[in-house]
């Protein structure tokens, strides 16, 4: 930190100081400093007590005890001029004592603080005024698991920092701000400065996270899907062989929502498929060629009626111009993630695209010998 003598337009270099030379005491000075000044660590905070010992079966003490701007407790430990080497693993089991904190509980710390050290006052509306909210009826104190840790020293030991971005990977708020005294003549200037994480990595450090959350969340429910897939696809797949579907003999179960089997024609094949809110049977028109397949589809299409009949109720026709496929669909509703409802829904499957082969099957083969370049299937 430098003085800046405008009338020589020069830097001086301020005496940077240590605590202890100066006689300044962590309870005494830089707890009584942050406790009156909390926005000193970069955001709006409400002490809510000192030297916390509301632990039971224990006397330890945390420095301050803080709510943020969103309700959530704040553990606050200082050194002096050394972290100390075991200031992680106090803040740790500070922050676990104070997770189990309730709504009454905050209420009534915050009130006993007011009454020893401001001279009374409501918590309650207190608290309200901080969080800007008219009443603390649906307003959630200390929610869930992320209470958060702050480590205020002059110099921190590796295994502090080391911890602190640990915890921070696992997305634990844990924050370190680096307290320096200087002298001016006769004054005492303080600096503080956050560390861990750097202003200028804070809001990346926060993107990064919600990121990785949103992916571990996204692979977690892909994994699950798979899973129950291939779960009641086994199911399935034993319904279809046991009502006489030959063309499933070889068939596997899989992780995708679908499995098929050949027509006899390499672009036609017939699949079944299902969603959280439908099961269906599919005559699929997928060839490479988009031309094709819509002259395949438009061949059966003009004899809808027919096909409707033959089937016993009418099909969805899709011929979906906007894709290379189209499709010929007999569809459900079914709560296709609920296991109990499986046997009912495999049964359908197995019933209905039998009678979907049954009335396509020789229509198809026809389409191979009226189109000498459809390539039959191996």
Request: aromatic share 10%; glycine share 6%.
């Amino acid at each position: 930190m430098f003085q800046v003598n405008r009338s020589q337009n020069r830097l001086k270099k301020l005496e940077e100081k240590r605590f202890s030379d100066l006689a300044l005491r962590e309870r005494d000075h830089l707890q009584e400093w942050l406790a009156n000044q909390p926005d000193a660590l970069g955001e709006d905070l409400l002490i809510i007590q000192k030297e916390f010992d509301g632990f039971a079966d224990t006397r330890e003490r945390l420095d301050l005890l803080a709510l943020d701007a969103n309700g959530q407790l704040v553990v606050i430990e200082n050194k002096l001029d050394d972290s100390g080497r075991d200031v992680a693993w106090q803040a740790l089991k500070y922050a676990a004592y104070v997770s189990s904190l309730t709504k009454a509980q905050i209420i009534d710390i915050y009130q006993q603080y007011l009454d020893r050290h401001e001279g009374g006052g409501s918590a309650v509306q207190r608290i309200c005024e901080f969080l800007e909210v008219d009443a603390l009826d649906e307003v959630v104190l200390n929610p869930g698991h992320d209470q958060r840790l702050m480590f205020i020293a002059a110099n921190f030991r590796k295994e502090v920092t080391s911890t602190v971005l640990w915890l921070r990977e696992h997305r634990i708020d844990a924050r370190c701000f680096k307290v320096t005294p200087y002298a001016f003549g006769d004054e005492l200037l303080i600096d503080i400065q956050p560390v861990i994480p750097t202003p200028e990595a804070a809001d990346f450090m926060i993107g990064m996270a919600e990121k990785e959350s949103e992916e571990k969340s996204a692979k977690g429910v892909q994994q699950r899907r798979h899973k129950l897939r291939l779960k009641f696809w086994e199911i399935a797949l034993r319904k279809l062989r046991e009502a006489g579907m030959s063309r499933y003999e070889n068939v596997s179960p899989s992780r995708e929502n679908w499995i098929y089997c050949g027509s006899g024609v390499r672009s036609i094949i017939f699949s079944l498929a299902f969603t959280q809110s439908e099961a269906r049977v599919e005559v699929v028109f997928g060839g490479p060629d988009k031309a094709r397949n819509k002259l395949l589809f438009d061949e059966l299409f003009a004899r809808r009626a027919e096909f409707d009949s033959a089937f016993g109720t009418p099909l969805k026709w899709l011929r979906m111009d906007d894709s290379k496929m189209s499709k010929i669909v007999q569809v459900a509703p079914f709560d296709g993630f609920n296991e109990d409802v499986w046997p009912e829904m495999a049964n359908w499957m197995a019933t209905e695209m039998a009678k979907l082969q049954e009335t396509f099957l020789k229509p198809i083969s026809q389409l191979r010998g009226r189109h000498a370049d459809i390539e039959e299937a191996s």
